[in-house]
C-alpha cells in the first residue's frame, strides 16, 4: 500500500530554518508527482511546492519562492522541503501528498488532484 510519512516540523522564530522530509513507500517514486500541501487554522490548504519524480522539475506557490527549495533523493524515495526565512504567515500544518503523473503547473489549487496522503507535521513560526 501506498504511505507518505512526513517529519521534520517544529517550533522556530521568524527568520528561521526548517528541513522537512517525506519518505515514501508502496509506489514507483519516478512515476509520481510528489510535494507538500500547507494548512493554517481557518484557511484553506494550499500548495506549495512539488517536484516530479522522474525528472527532478519543480513547482512552487508565490507566496514560498525563493525562500523554499524542494528537492528529492530518489534512492531513499525522500522528499525534502527546504523552509528558509520562515515567517509567521508559514505557521500550518504541512501536509505530504502525492499523485499519479506530473506536477500540477498550477499547484497551489491541486489539492483534489492529488492521489495519496501522508500525516501532517506542524511547522510554527513565531514573532
Known amino acids: 500500500d501506498v504511505q507518505l510519512q512526513a517529519s521534520g516540523g517544529g517550533l522556530v522564530l521568524h527568520g528561521g530554518a526548517l528541513r522537512l522530509s517525506c519518505t515514501a513507500s508502496?509506489?514507483?517514486?519516478?512515476?509520481?508527482?510528489i510535494g507538500w500541501f500547507r494548512q493554517a487554522p481557518g484557511k484553506e490548504r494550499e500548495g506549495v511546492s512539488c517536484?516530479?519524480?522522474?525528472?527532478?522539475?519543480?513547482v512552487y506557490a508565490d507566496s514560498v519562492k525563493d525562500r523554499f527549495t524542494i528537492s528529492s533523493d530518489n534512492a531513499k524515495k525522500t522528499v525534502y522541503l527546504q523552509m528558509n526565512s520562515l515567517k509567521p504567515e508559514d505557521t500550518a500544518v504541512y501536509y505530504c501528498a502525492a499523485r499519479r503523473g506530473l506536477c500540477y503547473s498550477d499547484y497551489a489549487d491541486s489539492y483534489y488532484g492529488m492521489d495519496y496522503w501522508g500525516q501532517g507535521t506542524q511547522v510554527t513560526v513565531s514573532s
Open positions: 517536484i516530479n519524480g522522474r525528472d527532478g522539475t519543480t
Open positions: 508502496g509506489f514507483t517514486f519516478e512515476d509520481y508527482g
